[in-house]
């Protein structure tokens, strides 16, 4: 493991990863891959298209359970069979397709699964429709639409709706793909402001993207990927962007690639 | 949607309709927060009635032809808010004709031919029994359908195409074709007629009722808002709302109640009671029908069911976007196979007073009714993409569908030509609402 070396202290990470294999027909999308991440920290995954990052994440949220491969929480192993206990676990994940039911409102799909319930056993939609505007005012001031389905709404608008779906749960886990794929600059830096924001209460982000100026903003850590097998854990301090470029695509370390393939990426 | 999106993105107000024209009309709709289609569709129903009264001499807008109209669209509003359900979870029930008419069939036999030998003729629980068969029945044959459609992944169409040839032959089998008659004589109460209504004074009760409800939920509406501090509706909006709604409602109460019965049972009921024929004949409002009473409360049941319950909102989440309510959590397929559960038990329950109506039960029962019941679906705004549908819509949609079909039979046109002009309108009507879905996006 390349990522062993966290400093002193001994700390369990929030989140294991072992010798995780996934295949879908034959086809090994994700062979044999250990990653780690710590309370508070941000880990980059990156790697080029069909590398296999979405596959990897989607055995941690649940989405598509790992045919072989261990999975820890706090030094516990954990069974994660289907996006409800993936949630349990406190594992909240934000797609990039964003994963709303286009035909209903903010509250309705910030609590799809999880709906506040009134006494008589009934959705208590006013709870939620508040529950909904409280966070949406510390998110994204801005948002007035409580009452459109989300179909409605513009690009920015949704993308905070699935953030806000994500973070009201107490996340201790919080897997963004491509968070900010389809944003302007403003809303780029706002998702980057949150990222800080939610990083200091000591929430574990993973952080998936091919943009490697989000990643080298974000992230402690890169985990870099190909071909469905992991090329190595880096810390973003040690390694220069263009370093990271030849993990990504020639799929070698930093100590194996040479300064002459270094340029050659120019 | 792009392209609202982009040119007002977060300008636009809640409610979000903001188009220039019929700028006056548009807000005070958008303040009713009803709707817009629901407006629509009771504009066609007044002008459907008003047509048909012009071109009938006189005699649609009669409470004897209203109370008819009721009674005949009961079966398929009841059966119309159950494909509501499954239509907005992306499927389809083609087999709902059929299944009508084996449950029919079914609980015809158990009360006449099981029930009698075992507990006698006209047992007071015979009623109950049956209706209840027919209802585990339905239950039973909708959770069947629903499992292949859900767990063993066949299209709904085609597992409900299936349900459509075998339920029909099931209820020949079930008796040889041969007619099952006469139904228990509590039971036939269900199907309405002058004595299978609640009368002059239970109907006033339950239309004095029925505007309490309208307050309430208004009042409960305001003070769920202020709670919360979200925008409240205009008091006059409010106001408007609770005084039409009970008009309509007393209206429709005084229509039923001026709806007398027919003079052979009057002067049947006159002679059981020791009552002298008095000179101008006895007067003796019907009141609501009974299937009628029972349709407006599985449209309420169904209402809370889809609007306030988890089961409902889950249904919704499916339709619109089936990945994303399997990554919410959401068991999808158990909530589909209930979607089916639910239609059959709404069968169940519609199969009773069709039979009790017929005090009959043939084999060919409910025959194309699940066009009809399709039809009202989709006419009261239910997408056949998914997603969308009220139950208040489907109610509108089967009595719309019902009011064409009795007023062309008043005013004499052909059969053939009856089902070219409903086959008409349910494809305009269809037009229209994509039309206005495409300029709303």
């Given at each position: 493991?390349t990522?062993?070396?966290?400093?002193?202290?001994?700390?369990?990470p929030?989140?294991?990863?072992?010798?995780?294999?996934?295949?879908?027909?034959?086809?090994?999308?994700?062979?044999?891959?250990?990653?780690?991440?710590?309370?508070?920290?941000?880990?980059?995954?990156?790697?080029?298209?069909?590398?296999?990052?979405?596959?990897?994440?989607?055995?941690?949220?649940?989405?598509?359970?790992?045919?072989?491969?261990?999975?820890?929480?706090?030094?516990?192993?954990?069974?994660?069979?289907?996006?409800?206990?993936?949630?349990?676990?406190?594992?909240?994940?934000?797609?990039?397709?964003?994963?709303?039911?286009?035909?209903?409102?903010?509250?309705?799909?910030?609590?799809?699964?999880?709906?506040?319930?009134?006494?008589?056993?009934?959705?208590?939609?006013?709870?939620?429709?508040?529950?909904?505007?409280?966070?949406?005012?510390?998110?994204?001031?801005?948002?007035?639409?409580?009452?459109?389905?989300?179909?409605?709404?513009?690009?920015?608008?949704?993308?905070?709706?699935?953030?806000?779906r994500?973070?009201?749960?107490?996340?201790?886990v919080?897997?963004?793909?491509?968070?900010?794929?389809?944003?302007?600059?403003?809303?780029?830096?706002?998702?980057?402001?949150?990222?800080?924001?939610?990083?200091?209460?000591?929430?574990?982000?993973?952080?998936?993207s091919?943009?490697?100026?989000?990643?080298?903003?974000?992230?402690?850590?890169?985990?870099?990927?190909?071909?469905?097998?992991?090329?190595?854990t880096?810390?973003?301090?040690?390694?220069?962007?263009?370093e990271?470029?030849?993990?990504?695509?020639?799929?070698?370390?930093?100590?194996?690639?040479?300064?002459?393939?270094?340029?050659?990426?120019? | 949607?792009?392209?609202?999106?982009?040119?007002?993105?977060?300008?636009?107000?809640?409610?979000?309709?903001?188009?220039?024209?019929?700028?006056?009309?548009?807000?005070?709709?958008?303040?009713?927060?009803?709707?817009?289609?629901?407006?629509?569709?009771?504009?066609?129903?007044?002008?459907?009635?008003v047509t048909?009264?012009?071109?009938?001499?006189?005699?649609?807008?009669?409470?004897?032809?209203?109370?008819?109209?009721?009674?005949?669209?009961?079966?398929?509003?009841?059966?119309?808010?159950?494909?509501?359900?499954?239509?907005?979870?992306?499927?389809?029930?083609?087999s709902?004709?059929?299944?009508?008419?084996?449950?029919?069939?079914?609980?015809?036999?158990?009360?006449?031919?099981?029930?009698?030998?075992?507990?006698?003729?006209?047992?007071?629980?015979?009623?109950?029994?049956?209706?209840?068969?027919?209802?585990?029945?339905?239950?039973?044959?909708?959770?069947?359908?629903?499992?292949?459609?859900?767990?063993?992944?066949?299209?709904?169409?085609?597992?409900?195409?299936?349900?459509?040839?075998?339920?029909?032959?099931?209820?020949?089998?079930?008796?040889?074709?041969?007619?099952?008659?006469?139904?228990?004589?509590?039971?036939?109460?269900?199907?309405?007629?002058?004595?299978?209504?609640?009368?002059?004074?239970?109907?006033?009760?339950?239309?004095?009722?029925?505007?309490?409800?309208?307050?309430?939920?208004?009042?409960?509406?305001?003070?769920?808002?202020?709670?919360?501090?979200?925008?409240?509706?205009?008091?006059?909006?409010?106001?408007?709302?609770?005084?039409?709604?009970?008009?309509?409602?007393?209206?429709?109460?005084?229509?039923?109640?001026?709806?007398?019965?027919?003079?052979?049972?009057?002067?049947?009921?006159?002679?059981?009671?020791?009552?002298?024929?008095?000179?101008?004949?006895?007067?003796?409002?019907?009141?609501?029908?009974?299937?009628?009473?029972?349709?407006?409360?599985?449209?309420?049941?169904?209402?809370?069911?889809?609007?306030?319950?988890?089961?409902?909102?889950?249904?919704?989440?499916?339709?619109?976007?089936?990945?994303?309510?399997?990554?919410?959590?959401?068991?999808?397929?158990?909530?589909?196979?209930?979607?089916?559960?639910?239609?059959?038990?709404?069968?169940?329950?519609?199969?009773?007073?069709?039979?009790?109506?017929?005090?009959?039960?043939?084999?060919?029962?409910?025959?194309?009714?699940?066009?009809?019941?399709?039809?009202?679906?989709?006419?009261?705004?239910?997408?056949?993409?998914?997603?969308?549908?009220?139950?208040?819509?489907?109610?509108?949609?089967?009595?719309?569908?019902?009011?064409?079909?009795?007023?062309?039979?008043?005013?004499g046109?052909?059969?053939?030509?009856?089902?070219?002009v409903?086959?008409?309108v349910?494809?305009?009507?269809?037009?229209?609402?994509t039309?206005?879905?495409?300029?709303?996006?």
């Open positions: 493991m990522s062993a070396a966290e400093p002193a202290v001994e700390r369990v929030r989140v294991e990863m072992r010798d995780i294999r996934v295949a879908y027909g034959g086809v090994h999308a994700v062979d044999g891959v250990t990653i780690d991440l710590y309370p508070g920290e941000v880990v980059g995954l990156v790697g080029g298209n069909g590398a296999g990052k979405s596959t990897l994440v989607k055995a941690l949220s649940g989405a598509h359970p790992p045919d072989s491969g261990q999975i820890l929480m706090d030094g516990r192993p954990v069974t994660i069979g289907n996006p409800r206990e993936a949630k349990a676990l406190g594992i909240e994940t934000i797609y990039q397709t964003l994963a709303l039911a286009e035909n209903v409102d903010a509250a309705a799909n910030m609590f799809l699964g999880r709906e506040l319930m009134t006494r008589f056993g009934s959705l208590d939609d006013s709870a939620m429709e508040d529950a909904t505007r409280k966070v949406m005012k510390r998110l994204n001031p801005k948002f007035k639409r409580f009452k459109s389905p989300v179909a409605y709404l513009s690009g920015g608008q949704r993308q905070s709706v699935a953030i806000a994500a973070v009201h749960f107490n996340a201790h919080l897997i963004m793909d491509e968070p900010t794929a389809a944003l302007g600059p403003a809303e780029t830096a706002q998702v980057t402001d949150l990222i800080a924001q939610l990083k200091s209460e000591g929430i574990g982000i993973l952080l998936i091919h943009d490697i100026h989000d990643v080298f903003d974000l992230a402690d850590r890169i985990s870099v990927m190909l071909t469905g097998k992991l090329v190595g880096v810390k973003k301090q040690d390694v220069s962007m263009d990271v470029l030849a993990m990504i695509i020639m799929g070698k370390l930093l100590n194996e690639v040479t300064q002459k393939e270094l340029a050659g990426l120019h | 949607m792009a392209e609202a999106s982009t040119t007002a993105p977060d300008l636009v107000g809640e409610g979000g309709a903001r188009e220039g024209g019929t700028r006056s009309l548009r807000s005070v709709v958008t303040a009713t927060e009803i709707d817009f289609r629901l407006i629509g569709l009771f504009a066609a129903l007044v002008i459907i009635w048909f009264h012009v071109m009938s001499d006189g005699t649609f807008l009669t409470p004897r032809n209203l109370w008819n109209l009721s009674v005949q669209t009961a079966t398929v509003a009841i059966m119309a808010t159950g494909m509501v359900l499954v239509i907005v979870s992306r499927n389809i029930d083609l709902v004709g059929s299944m009508l008419g084996l449950i029919g069939v079914a609980i015809a036999l158990i009360q006449a031919e099981i029930l009698p030998p075992i507990i006698g003729f006209d047992n007071p629980l015979t009623w109950m029994i049956a209706l209840g068969a027919g209802v585990a029945l339905g239950a039973f044959l909708g959770a069947f359908q629903g499992f292949i459609v859900a767990y063993v992944g066949v299209p709904a169409f085609l597992v409900t195409l299936g349900g459509l040839l075998v339920w029909r032959g099931a209820a020949w089998a079930l008796n040889s074709g041969q007619t099952v008659a006469p139904m228990d004589s509590t039971f036939q109460l269900l199907g309405g007629g002058a004595r299978g209504s609640v009368g002059e004074i239970v109907s006033w009760i339950i239309g004095g009722l029925a505007c309490l409800g309208i307050l309430a939920l208004l009042i409960n509406n305001r003070r769920q808002r202020r709670k919360f501090g979200f925008p409240l509706r205009p008091t006059w909006v409010d106001a408007g709302l609770g005084v039409i709604g009970s008009v309509v409602v007393l209206g429709a109460i005084w229509v039923a109640n001026s709806y007398f019965w027919p003079e052979g049972l009057a002067r049947q009921y006159a002679a059981d009671n020791g009552i002298e024929w008095p000179v101008g004949g006895l007067q003796i409002p019907t009141g609501i029908a009974n299937p009628v009473l029972l349709a407006i409360g599985v449209a309420i049941v169904m209402t809370l069911i889809a609007t306030r319950r988890r089961f409902g909102r889950y249904v919704f989440a499916i339709g619109g976007n089936p990945e994303a309510a399997e990554l919410g959590g959401i068991n999808t397929r158990w909530t589909i196979l209930k979607a089916f559960m639910v239609m059959g038990v709404l069968v169940g329950i519609a199969a009773a007073v069709s039979t009790a109506r017929l005090n009959a039960a043939t084999s060919g029962l409910g025959t194309l009714s699940e066009l009809y019941v399709i039809a009202a679906a989709v006419i009261g705004g239910t997408s056949l993409a998914g997603g969308i549908g009220t139950i208040p819509g489907a109610v509108l949609g089967a009595l719309v569908m019902q009011s064409l079909q009795s007023g062309m039979v008043l005013i046109v052909d059969a053939p030509l009856q089902d070219i409903v086959g008409i349910l494809v305009a009507a269809v037009a229209l609402d039309i206005y879905r495409r300029r709303l996006a």
